[in-house]
């Protein structure tokens, strides 16, 4: 037993020793051979077959820049190990391009077509930077590997499992939407790897006691455009402010930024920006083929429905830009059983089963339709055979991650844009970024209708009726926050079809919509008034002033995250107008702000009232408001609503007073009658109490004071008819 115990602690000090002599060894390597600063290691001869590796004698060792395989980098065992196991092999082009100049300890901007390996571009450094420094689990902290969606990261750390299999360090999925926070609290300090989501990122810094990211050693962005643009913002540079600035920082995305604020904000030290497909003729997969249709709006439905009616032994990824479109769109698909399983992905669902609709469609031949929460980074296991664009992308960026779906790695994939004729303008930009894209013409005759069908689900289910109703104010509203307003107009948009198009039996009406009608009117009259007014039609158009949600997703940037929680306010449709009237008279915003009443001018155009005050200040029409003016018009309005005031106070003083003295005067001549009725009727003794039982009665017949009489002090004669009394003004 004791020797047992002797060789096994022999055992790990000889494995920690050749750990040692490992360490040693690559450094030399990796510090001897490192690739020029700035040069693409690419365009090296890689070594020759059967060449020896590592150290060839004393002082020399073999170049690994230009590798093209795993085995032939300055990398452990260990990662090698895992790496064989997982059975990668041969080093795609962003792993031999960044590879080399990552293991040498420099910050990578690394840039490469979708579906081409940049996961393992970046994983292997993380591994190999902790093992060098010999990273333990009393080191806490040591990488941190960031991802804009929960799915992507979920997918990271499985990633990051099977590649660090035969390694020590402890690593942790930390994303929104788990239960378990607490527990993570508790462990999160032993970790020595976190995969997460920016805001579960925060929140442990922001809630867990002696959380530490001070021993910081490399930061890795996936996805980095996304996490760097508006949406994460606020929380990034929160987070970025308690990391260390001394440490190794990598940023991968088939998009690449290139804004110096952005590197700025990371403060990365001289950059590798290695962009391995800038030179390639196209921007996406070379196996993949795309095509676009132009499909009017009240067409996309039909279009769809025959898509997928035509495609049922494949697996489709078909985006739509909001949850409640989503949302629609499956469920009345699915009561309408196409023929080939349908699921929905969006960031309104609990994470438990988002994660289990994400592995279903890993493994089965399925129809997945999904907002942008599944856009970026995700490798669904068996390949997607079709992504389809129902709703068109934000920009050339969003497209090209969407298709980035399909064609991964070496397989092929199709991809479909279903483009409205109002947003053609998408075409040239797709174009002239290297987006070969084939603009082909649908074959109507194929189409197979299904509004109809919505119709009469409508009908039966009304319920249906309110996730059509979301549904078509959410999709209008996407398109009105959209930038570019080349491409998207919603006031170019057949609404009315389209409302018909959704089976809805009548096209709710859509405040913004309205105000939009009403201001282009104004437009027309006169620019004061939208000067004046603009900003209050900016909150009435986005009264949430909302993040807006992505997947995971309370997370801004308008464009790319669809619209999610229009209030139901904003629903005016199908009740008849009175009812809507009623409701609107109740509700008064007590908030509204001065200056917001209409005036109109001579001729009858509306014109705000501080519009009165404006001055042309130049020939571009340009309204400026005196500030000396608009100071005393408030002051002359206080005063007017001071005095007002006075007046109604006074008003209501008088007419109380003249209600008391009314009252007094029939009190006086009721008392002034019975002192009569007194002198004519000559009462004994045993009647006055009669009359004051009376009086008890009659006062208010309030039968709640019943109690309150005093039967001790009267006659059974007198209770008698009290009760009696008592029951008939109790009787209906
Ligand atoms: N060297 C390799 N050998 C074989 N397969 C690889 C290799 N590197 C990556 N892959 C496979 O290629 C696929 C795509 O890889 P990965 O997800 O890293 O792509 P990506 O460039 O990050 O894509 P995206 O831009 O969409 O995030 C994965 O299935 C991965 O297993």
Not at 201 to 222: A, G, I, K
Not at 503 to 518: E, H, S, V, Y
Not at 686 to 697: G, L, M
Not at 718 to 726: N, P, S, T, V
Request: hydrophobic share 35%; proline share 5%; charged share 30%.
């Amino acid at each position: 037993m004791k020797q047992k115990f002797k060789s096994k602690k022999s055992s790990g000090k000889q494995k920690r020793l050749s750990e040692i002599e490992e360490i040693k060894l690559l450094n030399s390597w990796i510090q001897s051979q490192k690739p020029d600063s700035g040069s693409n290691p690419m365009s090296l001869p890689p070594p020759p077959a059967g060449a020896p590796l590592g150290r060839i004698d004393a002082d020399t060792y073999s170049c690994y820049a230009g590798a093209t395989k795993f085995d032939q980098l300055p990398i452990s065992n260990k990662t090698k190990d895992g790496l064989r196991k997982a059975e990668f092999v041969d080093m795609t082009d962003i792993q031999r391009a960044s590879l080399p100049h990552a293991l040498c300890g420099r910050d990578i901007l690394g840039a490469a077509k979708t579906g081409s390996g940049k996961t393992l571009a970046f994983l292997i450094p993380v591994l190999e930077k902790l093992y060098r420094e010999r990273w333990g689990p009393e080191d806490g902290v040591g990488s941190i590997i960031i991802s804009p969606t929960r799915e992507l990261g979920a997918q990271l750390f499985d990633v990051l499992k099977a590649v660090g299999k035969f390694h020590n360090f402890s690593a942790g999925l930390l994303i929104g939407g788990r239960k378990d926070v607490n527990t993570e609290k508790e462990h999160v300090n032993e970790l020595n790897i976190l995969v997460c989501t920016p805001g579960r990122l925060l929140q442990h810094m922001d809630e867990t006691p002696n959380f530490d990211c001070s021993q910081l050693q490399v930061l890795v962005l996936d996805e980095a455009d996304r996490i760097l643009d508006v949406g994460f913002k606020k929380t990034l540079n929160a987070i970025i402010s308690q990391l260390p600035k001394h440490r190794q920082t990598f940023l991968f995305s088939a998009t690449q930024t290139k804004s110096v604020q952005d590197l700025a904000r990371l403060s990365l030290k001289d950059p590798e920006y290695l962009s391995v497909h800038e030179e390639s003729v196209t921007a996406t997969p070379s196996s993949l083929q795309q095509t676009a249709l132009v499909v009017p709006l009240e067409q996309k439905l039909d279009m769809l429905w025959s898509f997928i009616k035509a495609h049922l032994n494949s697996k489709i990824l078909v985006f739509l830009s909001s949850c409640k479109q989503v949302k629609f769109v499956f469920e009345t698909f699915k009561k309408l059983r196409p023929g080939i399983p349908l699921k929905c992905l969006h960031g309104r669902m609990k994470q438990d089963k988002r994660m289990g609709i994400y592995s279903e469609f890993c493994e089965k031949r399925s129809v997945l339709f999904s907002t942008d929460v599944a856009s970026r980074g995700l490798d669904f296991n068996k390949a997607v055979d079709w992504v389809v664009q129902v709703d068109c992308p934000e920009d050339v960026a969003s497209y090209i991650h969407r298709v980035g779906r399909t064609a991964r790695y070496h397989s092929g994939g199709r991809s479909v844009l279903f483009l409205m004729p109002s947003e053609m303008k998408m075409l040239e930009q797709l174009e002239s970024a290297k987006v070969p894209i084939q603009l082909i013409k649908a074959n109507t005759k194929r189409l197979q209708p299904v509004s109809g069908l919505l119709s009469a689900l409508l009908v039966k289910y009304p319920n249906f009726q309110q996730l059509a109703q979301r549904a078509f104010i959410t999709y209008l509203r996407s398109i009105h926050i959209q930038k570019d307003k080349e491409i998207f107009d919603v006031m170019k948009l057949s609404i009315d079809d389209f409302s018909a198009s959704m089976g809805l039996p009548m096209t709710p009406r859509i405040r913004f919509i309205d105000q939009k009608k009403r201001s282009q009117k104004m437009s027309a009259n006169t620019t004061t008034y939208l000067a004046l007014e603009s900003s209050d039609n900016e909150n009435a158009l986005n009264p949430s002033g909302e993040e807006l949600e992505y997947g995971d997703f309370k997370e801004s940037n308008q464009g790319l995250l669809p619209p999610t929680d229009i209030p139901t306010s904003e629903v005016e449709d199908a009740v008849p107008r009175t009812r809507i009237l009623k409701k609107k008279k109740l509700k008064i915003n007590v908030h509204r702000p001065l200056g917001t009443r209409v005036s109109f001018d001579d001729e009858g155009n509306p014109l705000a009232p501080l519009a009165r005050l404006a001055d042309i200040k130049s020939s571009n029409e340009t309204f400026v408001v005196d500030k000396d003016l608009k100071n005393e018009f408030y002051k002359k309005r206080r005063e007017e609503l001071k005095q007002a005031d006075k007046e109604d106070k006074l008003l209501n003083h008088n007419r109380l007073k003249e209600k008391r003295k009314e009252k007094m005067n029939k009190m006086k001549k009721r008392a002034a009658k019975e002192i009569e009725d007194d002198d004519d009727v000559s009462a004994s003794e045993e009647d006055r109490p009669q009359k004051r039982s009376k009086k008890f009665v009659d006062c208010d017949s309030d039968i709640d004071n019943k109690a309150d009489l005093n039967t001790e002090s009267i006659t059974v004669a007198e209770q008698e008819e009290l009760a009696l009394k008592l029951l008939s003004t109790l009787r209906p």
